[in-house]
């Protein structure tokens, strides 16, 4: 990855220094504009989260089709975010950071005008450019800020992830219930332009570009083309079957795409995903609790809009409206905010691999909650929230633990590649979830469950990762 990403050590680059002494005597409003493109991006990516049902009906989409809807954006992600952080670090990041919000506005518009679900699929696709806000804010609040500023920078931008998931999820039950789904994206492009004008208006240049480079193609074709491979034969196995040439085919060459990923980026002087820093052993065992961190919540963005939205004369749906299936979400997302801020104080008192135990196996605990009581409204509620807590821990935790493990001089590329790490095990969660579904037809009740097991399972997965973390970091203490 290149090294948008701040390096949280310390480590210098050509841009860490502020070059405008405007931004000394007005840092907060830097700080603000960048914290609302990202909020933007952070609502936008959650916002349709309590409409799935409705847009799968009103599109007449599948299943498989609607998970799409969320995980088109995720895939687009993971697979965008590190090609603009490369051209933020040759033209500038505040120029390609107003590029991306514009960009991000105009797909956004598109998808509020989709006439079919192709099209919204495709919207999405180009929306998922705006998971770049995110490193380029943090990397022009490097560039710009020094000091207590920079370090208020750092805690309110990433917090907006939190909140704005939060708030996306009643949000977006208000706005369907009361307009359309389709004024979630003409409200969300009003939002992604004023944000912009806050960034145009208030946020300086900053230092010149850290390098030039040129953009890693071969490896941006084979991740984009690996990862479509693996998450469409998970997505489609239940249709096309699972032992069937088109899934088998499908997968094998995902893999195999993937694999030669690993060879090619190996040998790239700058890789859009930096594989070689996996020779640390630590930072191996971090990217798969971070795919569990980043899996484990999407399970349920997926699974519970339709459960709670399900007619209660099914015996097992919640007969919620759209509004209320989102207030009913709202204390999970508040959890996350709060375990996040709450992950300092737990890492100083039982050190970072002791959190990421404690934060997996808070996950795992609600994820059973879920799985046992899927029927009973409270007890979803509940287990939800609990879910959230462990999660917000988890994300917070995970940055912590590839800052530890990774030699200073490839922070920058850690991170990097830990985002990607986490937007894809997020993208696999909704194939994996419409698969159960669509699997258990006979049994809807115990399809959901099955889909809460899973995550429990991926949560214990991660416990298992953080005892063996924290066994080597004791070894090496």
Do not use: K
């Given at each position: 990855?290149?090294?948008?990403?701040?390096?949280?050590?310390?480590?210098?680059?050509?841009d860490?220094?502020?070059t405008?002494?405007?931004?000394v005597?007005?840092?907060?409003?830097?700080?603000?504009?960048?914290s609302?493109?990202?909020?933007?991006?952070?609502?936008?990516?959650?916002?349709?989260?309590?409409a799935?049902?409705?847009?799968?009906?009103?599109?007449?989409?599948?299943?498989?089709?609607?998970?799409?809807?969320?995980?088109?954006?995720?895939?687009?992600?993971?697979?965008?975010?590190?090609?603009?952080?490369?051209?933020?670090?040759?033209?500038?990041?505040?120029?390609?950071?107003?590029?991306?919000?514009?960009?991000?506005?105009?797909?956004?518009?598109?998808?509020?005008?989709?006439?079919?679900?192709?099209?919204l699929?495709?919207?999405r696709?180009?929306?998922?450019?705006?998971?770049?806000?995110?490193?380029?804010?943090?990397?022009l609040?490097?560039?710009?800020?020094?000091?207590?500023?920079?370090?208020?920078?750092?805690?309110?931008?990433?917090?907006?992830?939190?909140?704005?998931?939060?708030?996306a999820?009643?949000?977006?039950?208000?706005?369907?219930?009361?307009?359309?789904?389709?004024w979630?994206?003409?409200?969300?492009?009003?939002?992604?332009?004023?944000?912009?004008a806050?960034?145009?208006?208030?946020?300086?240049?900053?230092?010149?570009?850290?390098?030039?480079?040129?953009?890693?193609?071969?490896?941006?074709?084979?991740?984009?083309?690996?990862?479509?491979?693996?998450?469409?034969?998970?997505?489609?196995?239940?249709?096309?079957?699972?032992?069937?040439?088109r899934?088998?085919?499908?997968?094998?060459?995902?893999?195999?795409?993937?694999?030669?990923?690993?060879?090619?980026?190996?040998?790239?002087?700058?890789?859009?995903?930096?594989?070689?820093?996996?020779?640390?052993?630590?930072?191996?065992?971090?990217?798969?609790?971070?795919?569990?961190?980043?899996?484990?919540?999407?399970?349920?963005?997926?699974?519970?809009?339709?459960?709670?939205?399900?007619?209660?004369?099914?015996?097992y749906?919640?007969?919620?409206?759209?509004?209320?299936?989102?207030?009913?979400?709202?204390?999970?997302?508040?959890?996350?905010?709060?375990?996040?801020?709450?992950t300092?104080?737990?890492?100083?008192?039982?050190?970072?691999?002791?959190?990421?135990?404690?934060?997996?196996g808070?996950?795992?605990?609600?994820?059973?909650?879920?799985a046992?009581?899927p029927?009973?409204?409270?007890?979803?509620?509940a287990a939800?929230?609990?879910?959230?807590?462990?999660?917000?821990i988890?994300?917070?935790?995970?940055?912590?633990?590839?800052?530890?493990?990774s030699?200073?001089?490839?922070?920058?590329?850690?991170?990097?590649?830990?985002?990607?790490?986490?937007?894809?095990?997020?993208?696999?969660?909704?194939?994996?979830?419409?698969?159960?579904?669509?699997?258990?037809?006979?049994?809807?009740?115990?399809?959901?469950s099955?889909?809460?097991?899973?995550?429990?399972?991926?949560?214990?997965?991660?416990?298992?990762?953080?005892?063996?973390l924290?066994?080597?970091?004791?070894?090496t203490?």
């Amino acid at each position: 990855m290149p090294p948008t990403s701040p390096a949280p050590d310390g480590a210098s680059r050509q841009d860490d220094s502020p070059t405008d002494s405007t931004l000394v005597r007005r840092p907060g409003r830097v700080t603000f504009a960048l914290s609302a493109a990202v909020l933007a991006f952070s609502l936008m990516q959650t916002l349709v989260v309590p409409a799935l049902p409705t847009l799968g009906r009103e599109l007449g989409a599948t299943a498989q089709g609607t998970g799409w809807i969320l995980t088109a954006f995720l895939l687009a992600g993971a697979v965008l975010a590190p090609v603009v952080g490369n051209l933020g670090d040759r033209f500038g990041h505040r120029r390609v950071l107003l590029g991306t919000i514009v960009v991000f506005a105009a797909a956004t518009l598109v998808a509020a005008a989709a006439p079919t679900l192709g099209v919204l699929l495709a919207a999405r696709v180009v929306q998922g450019v705006s998971t770049a806000t995110f490193p380029l804010a943090l990397a022009l609040a490097r560039s710009v800020l020094t000091g207590p500023r920079l370090a208020a920078a750092f805690g309110w931008i990433p917090g907006m992830i939190g909140l704005g998931a939060g708030a996306a999820l009643v949000v977006g039950g208000v706005v369907v219930d009361a307009l359309s789904w389709r004024w979630l994206f003409v409200l969300g492009a009003a939002l992604i332009l004023g944000s912009g004008a806050l960034v145009a208006a208030w946020v300086p240049r900053g230092g010149a570009p850290a390098v030039q480079r040129r953009t890693d193609w071969p490896g941006i074709a084979l991740l984009a083309g690996g990862l479509v491979g693996v998450l469409l034969a998970v997505s489609q196995g239940g249709a096309w079957g699972w032992g069937s040439v088109r899934t088998v085919g499908v997968g094998v060459v995902g893999v195999l795409l993937l694999v030669a990923l690993v060879l090619v980026e190996r040998r790239t002087v700058a890789p859009v995903v930096d594989v070689r820093t996996f020779r640390h052993g630590p930072i191996v065992l971090v990217s798969l609790l971070t795919v569990a961190v980043g899996f484990v919540p999407y399970v349920c963005y997926v699974a519970l809009p339709l459960l709670m939205q399900a007619p209660a004369a099914t015996g097992y749906g919640h007969g919620m409206s759209v509004t209320v299936s989102g207030l009913a979400m709202l204390p999970s997302a508040v959890l996350v905010f709060l375990g996040g801020r709450a992950t300092p104080a737990l890492v100083r008192r039982v050190g970072p691999g002791g959190t990421a135990g404690l934060a997996a196996g808070v996950m795992a605990v609600g994820a059973v909650g879920l799985a046992l009581w899927p029927a009973t409204p409270w007890a979803v509620v509940a287990a939800f929230s609990v879910l959230g807590l462990g999660n917000g821990i988890g994300y917070a935790v995970c940055a912590q633990l590839v800052v530890t493990w990774s030699p200073p001089t490839e922070t920058g590329a850690a991170t990097g590649l830990n985002s990607v790490v986490r937007t894809v095990g997020s993208a696999a969660a909704a194939p994996v979830v419409t698969a159960l579904l669509a699997a258990g037809t006979a049994d809807p009740a115990g399809a959901y469950s099955a889909a809460f097991w899973a995550a429990a399972a991926t949560s214990v997965v991660g416990v298992l990762v953080a005892l063996v973390l924290v066994a080597r970091s004791r070894r090496t203490a």
